[in-house]
């Protein structure tokens, strides 16, 4: 688990005759990291990947000017007043780097390799023994005095330093060239770094398929470059456009390489706004912001990421994509202003999508999950009479991709009545737990609501559901770790390993049933950092 400035590994349980028994659960170690501003060791853990023999860890790390600073009768003791002496007080900002931290399991969590990565983070997938991170580096080009050389992307391998060469830097015609969006591909196995640098405008939304990585973002074109690359602008007038450009990596064996910009209109939601199939890259975008301006596509791009279709105008009149999931030859979307749209569009003949079925419901859901081929699960919002009310929960049966039809839901949560709540799976879908073969859906679920006696009131837990093709949601437990506390025990992960039932706060590993989630069997506590704003002395 990671909590703010720690690692900390669980002993979870261990096999007795064949069974499970997590009755030792306990805290095995806690791998602490410095976050003073002007320390060289400083890290903020990000997140982690555990794989076979090895942890991995990666975080920022962020460089400052720092200098000592004195302030006079800073402190209070017991002889009067004292002078307060600062020792590590920043005085700016000067860079951004990624640290990439490799521990061998089997050896008792010892580091093994450690890699550092120049720029701001952007994201980062590990596909077998390779890991690929994308960051960005921004080109301060309105500075008189700028060096370039200070801003071309580097790495670091155990303390060893390489620098790209501007021979080896990829620019494609027409773009701002306004930073470098550097793609590497490390071998866990050998240590070796392979970077592609792109020189352009940064992206904000990265896909990943087993072949291709595809970075979204905004491109800004200044006529009369922009002639250059899209046909019907004829003026040579000074202005400008933007457009979504896609960025096209392909990986393999922890080698990167640059392969096609797409240029397409609208803005995307998520990484699940986007899918590679069968060569092609599906996309969905949104333009405009209000009223009939509003326009949602569908598009269907080839390897070289030109455009093969697009479906136009999807939802009503005002709506926005509020959620996109592509499975095999369909997509699912859903819109939402008023009321809640939910598309089933057939994909399978990329020359002409088509809209091939139509379900319209209150709320709307902002992240989809397919539970098989058949059913779709919804995470999102209730509705209040063209607003949101209360968290609702709603299986899609799409086995009629014509007729699709919900199969079961649950508003759980009434703003109206309790005030407000909300799950984080509504936009990290990490947080969400689901398992067809148990048949259960686990998600955060916090609430707070003020009464005139006590003032405010938070509750945080996992909220379980049962699941059953046949008769649709059934309750199973809230599990919340403490009640009526005075720190903010944040509940915010689950998961299981036979047929127990772990849920992770920033205090506490607790252990239940999946067959009675509720009933606490085991406990144990993490350490709690002294970087922790939670704790209440």
Same mark, same amino acid.
């Given at each position: 688990?990671?909590?703010?400035?720690?690692?900390?590994?669980?002993?979870?349980?261990?096999?007795?005759?064949?069974?499970?028994?997590?009755?030792?659960?306990?805290?095995?170690?806690?791998?602490?990291?410095?976050?003073?501003?002007?320390?060289?060791?400083?890290?903020?853990?990000?997140?982690?990947?555990?794989?076979?023999?090895?942890?991995?860890?990666?975080?920022?790390?962020?460089?400052?000017?720092?200098?000592?600073?004195?302030?006079?009768?800073?402190?209070?003791?017991?002889?009067?007043?004292?002078?307060?002496?600062?020792?590590?007080?920043?005085?700016?900002?000067?860079?951004?780097?990624?640290?990439?931290?490799?521990?061998?399991?089997?050896?008792?969590?010892?580091?093994?390799?450690?890699?550092?990565?120049?720029?701001?983070?952007?994201?980062?997938?590990?596909?077998?023994?390779?890991?690929?991170?994308?960051?960005?580096?921004?080109?301060?080009?309105?500075?008189?005095?700028?060096?370039?050389?200070?801003?071309?992307?580097?790495?670091?391998?155990?303390?060893?330093?390489?620098?790209?060469?501007?021979?080896?830097?990829?620019?494609?015609?027409?773009?701002?060239?306004?930073?470098?969006?550097?793609?590497?591909?490390?071998?866990?196995?050998?240590?070796?770094?392979?970077?592609?640098? =792109? /020189?352009?405008? *940064?992206?904000? #939304?990265?896909? $990943?398929?087993? @072949?291709?990585?595809? &970075?979204?973002?905004? +491109?800004?074109?200044?006529?009369?470059?922009?002639?250059?690359?899209?046909?019907?602008?004829?003026?040579?007038?000074?202005?400008?456009?933007?457009?979504?450009? =896609? /960025?096209?990596? *392909?990986?393999? #064996?922890?080698? $990167?390489?640059? @392969?096609?910009?797409? &240029?397409?209109?609208? +803005?995307?939601?998520?990484?699940?706004?986007?899918?590679?199939?069968?060569?092609?890259?599906?996309?969905?975008?949104?333009?405009?912001?209000?009223?009939?301006? =509003?326009?949602?596509?569908?598009?269907?791009?080839?390897?070289?990421?030109? @455009?093969?279709?697009? &479906?136009?105008?999807?939802?009503?009149?005002?709506?926005?994509?509020?959620?996109?999931?592509?499975?095999?030859?369909?997509?699912?979307?859903?819109?939402?202003?008023?009321?809640?749209?939910?598309?089933?569009?057939?994909?399978?003949?990329?020359?002409?999508?088509?809209?091939?079925?139509? &379900?319209?419901?209150?709320?709307?859901?902002?992240?989809?999950?397919?539970?098989?081929?058949?059913?779709?699960?919804?995470?999102?919002?209730?509705?209040?009479?063209?607003?949101?009310?209360?968290?609702?929960?709603?299986?899609?049966?799409?086995?009629?991709?014509?007729?699709?039809?919900?199969?079961?839901?649950?508003?759980?949560?009434?703003?109206?009545?309790?005030?407000?709540?909300?799950?984080?799976?509504?936009?990290?879908?990490?947080?969400?737990?689901?398992?067809?073969?148990?048949?259960?859906?686990?998600?955060?679920?916090?609430?707070?609501?003020?009464?005139?006696?006590?003032?405010?009131?938070?509750?945080?837990?996992?909220?379980?559901?049962?699941?059953?093709?046949?008769?649709?949601?059934?309750?199973?437990?809230?599990?919340?770790?403490?009640?009526?506390?005075?720190?903010?025990?944040?509940?915010?992960?689950?998961?299981?390993?036979?047929?127990?039932?772990?849920?992770?706060?920033?205090?506490?590993?607790?252990?239940?049933?999946?067959?009675?989630?509720?009933?606490?069997?085991?406990?144990?506590?993490?350490?709690?950092?002294?970087?922790?704003?939670?704790?209440?002395?």
């Amino acid at each position: 688990t990671m909590n703010y400035n720690m690692i900390q590994i669980t002993f979870a349980g261990v096999m007795v005759d064949g069974e499970f028994d997590a009755s030792q659960i306990g805290l095995y170690k806690t791998l602490e990291y410095s976050i003073d501003s002007c320390t060289d060791d400083q890290f903020y853990p990000q997140g982690m990947f555990v794989d076979d023999d090895q942890l991995i860890v990666i975080g920022n790390q962020y460089n400052y000017y720092c200098e000592e600073t004195k302030y006079e009768g800073g402190v209070t003791t017991p002889e009067g007043e004292m002078d307060y002496i600062y020792p590590s007080f920043w005085r700016g900002y000067q860079s951004s780097s990624i640290k990439v931290l490799v521990y061998n399991i089997s050896e008792d969590f010892s580091l093994e390799d450690e890699y550092s990565m120049d720029g701001y983070f952007t994201g980062t997938r590990k596909i077998g023994d390779s890991l690929y991170i994308v960051t960005n580096n921004h080109i301060p080009f309105y500075q008189e005095d700028i060096n370039l050389d200070d801003y071309l992307p580097n790495y670091e391998v155990n303390g060893t330093e390489v620098t790209s060469d501007y021979e080896d830097i990829v620019y494609v015609e027409g773009t701002s060239p306004n930073s470098f969006t550097t793609f590497y591909g490390i071998n866990l196995d050998t240590t070796e770094v392979d970077m592609e640098v =792109i /020189l352009g405008d *940064s992206g904000y #939304n990265l896909y $990943v398929s087993n @072949e291709n990585m595809y &970075l979204v973002g905004t +491109n800004y074109y200044f006529w009369p470059i922009l002639n250059t690359l899209i046909d019907e602008v004829t003026t040579d007038e000074s202005t400008f456009d933007s457009k979504t450009a =896609i /960025l096209k990596v *392909s990986i393999g #064996n922890a080698e $990167v390489e640059y @392969e096609a910009l797409g &240029l397409i209109s609208g +803005n995307t939601l998520n990484q699940f706004s986007m899918d590679e199939y069968q060569g092609n890259l599906r996309i969905t975008t949104t333009e405009g912001w209000w009223g009939e301006e =509003i326009n949602n596509r569908l598009y269907i791009l080839d390897e070289n990421l030109e @455009e093969v279709s697009v &479906l136009e105008n999807l939802g009503k009149v005002g709506e926005t994509i509020k959620s996109t999931r592509f499975v095999g030859d369909y997509a699912y979307l859903v819109t939402f202003e008023q009321t809640d749209p939910f598309y089933v569009i057939n994909l399978s003949n990329p020359l002409l999508p088509i809209v091939e079925g139509e &379900l319209i419901i209150p709320g709307y859901s902002a992240y989809l999950q397919p539970l098989g081929e058949n059913y779709i699960l919804g995470i999102g919002y209730g509705d209040s009479d063209g607003g949101t009310a209360g968290m609702k929960i709603a299986i899609f049966d799409v086995s009629d991709k014509s007729n699709p039809v919900i199969l079961g839901e649950e508003v759980i949560f009434d703003y109206a009545e309790h005030g407000w709540a909300n799950s984080s799976a509504t936009y990290n879908h990490k947080d969400l737990l689901v398992s067809v073969e148990k048949g259960i859906i686990a998600l955060p679920f916090s609430t707070s609501s003020y009464h005139e006696k006590d003032g405010y009131s938070y509750n945080s837990g996992i909220l379980v559901y049962n699941i059953d093709f046949t008769e649709g949601l059934d309750y199973s437990g809230f599990v919340q770790h403490e009640l009526d506390s005075k720190e903010n025990v944040y509940v915010y992960k689950s998961k299981f390993i036979s047929e127990y039932f772990y849920t992770v706060s920033n205090k506490y590993i607790k252990v239940s049933t999946l067959l009675d989630v509720e009933k606490i069997l085991y406990s144990s506590e993490l350490e709690q950092s002294i970087y922790s704003t939670d704790i209440v002395e």
